[in-house]
C-alpha cells in the first residue's frame, strides 16, 4: 500500500515569511502533484513534476521533486494572506492507471 | 472553459436514509473520478469511470454506495442507505489525459 506523508500537519506564519511543506513515501512516483484547496471548494492543481531533481516555479512558489522520485517539497517566499489554505500532494505510481494517492495536506495560515 | 460541475453543494439527511450527488464533468474529459474527503484528511478515491466503464472501483463500499456513467459523461454517486461516517465532502474531478485531474467544489454531506 502506497502512503503519501505531508508535514507538518498546521503552519502558520505571519506575511513575509518563508516556509517550506514536504510530502514523503517509500514508494516512487511516476509524478507527484500539489493542489491548494480552500475551505468549501475542490482542490485546484499548482504544479505537476514528473522528473527527478525538476525544480518548477510558479511566482512565490518552489517545487522540487526528489532525485529519487520518492519526495517532493513546496517552498512559498515571502508568504501572503491569499497562501492561506489546505495544501495536498498527490502521487501517482506506476500501473495506477491515473489513480492518485492524496496525503493528508498541510495546512497553513498566513497572518497579516 | 466551463469547470466541473457538482450538485448539491450541501446535504443533510438522517442515518439510513438514500442520497444522490451529480457530476459534469469538464468538456471531453474521458475520466471521471469520485473521491471522500473526510474532515482533517486528504481526498480518497472512490471509484474512477473511463469513458462510461469503470476502470477502478476498489475503494467503493459497494454494499451502500453505487456509482454510474451511463453516456460516458455525466454521472452520479448514490450512498443506500447513509451511515454516520459518510459525513464527508464528495468530490468530482475529470482529466484528459494522464494524472492531472480538475476538481470540481464538492458536495458536503451530514448524516445526522
Known amino acids: 500500500t502506497q502512503l503519501l506523508e505531508q508535514s507538518p500537519q498546521f503552519l502558520s506564519i505571519q506575511e513575509g515569511e518563508n516556509l517550506t511543506v514536504y510530502c514523503n513515501s517509500s514508494?516512487?512516483?511516476?509524478?507527484l502533484q500539489w493542489y491548494r484547496q480552500e475551505p468549501g471548494e475542490g482542490p485546484v492543481l499548482l504544479v505537476t513534476?514528473?522528473?527527478?531533481?525538476e525544480v518548477k516555479k510558479l511566482k512565490r512558489l518552489t517545487f522540487q521533486f526528489g532525485d529519487a522520485r520518492k519526495d517532493s517539497s513546496l517552498h512559498i517566499t515571502a508568504a501572503q494572506t491569499g497562501d492561506t489554505g489546505l495544501y495536498l500532494c498527490?502521487?501517482?505510481?506506476?500501473?495506477?492507471?491515473?489513480?492518485?494517492?492524496f496525503g493528508k495536506g498541510t495546512k497553513l495560515s498566513v497572518k497579516p | 472553459e466551463a469547470g466541473v460541475a457538482q450538485s448539491p453543494r450541501y446535504k443533510i439527511i438522517e442515518k439510513r436514509q438514500s442520497v444522490a450527488f451529480w457530476c459534469n464533468p469538464i468538456?471531453?474529459?474521458?475520466?471521471l473520478y469520485w473521491y471522500q474527503q473526510i474532515l482533517g484528511q486528504g481526498p480518497k478515491l472512490l471509484i474512477q469511470?473511463?469513458?462510461?466503464?469503470?476502470?477502478?472501483d476498489s475503494q467503493l463500499p459497494k454494499d451502500r454506495f453505487s456509482a454510474e456513467r451511463l453516456k460516458g459523461v455525466d454521472s452520479t454517486l448514490k450512498i443506500q442507505p447513509a451511515k454516520l461516517e459518510d459525513s464527508a465532502v464528495y468530490l468530482c474531478?475529470?482529466?484528459?489525459?494522464?494524472?492531472?485531474?480538475?476538481f470540481g467544489p464538492g458536495t458536503r454531506l451530514t448524516v445526522t
Open positions: 474531478a475529470s482529466s484528459l489525459l494522464g494524472y492531472e485531474q480538475y
Open positions: 514508494s516512487v512516483f511516476s509524478s
Open positions: 513534476v514528473v522528473t527527478g531533481g
Open positions: 498527490a502521487g501517482a505510481f506506476r500501473g495506477s492507471q491515473g489513480n492518485l494517492i
Open positions: 468538456s471531453g474529459h474521458a475520466t
Open positions: 469511470f473511463q469513458n462510461n466503464g469503470v476502470v477502478d
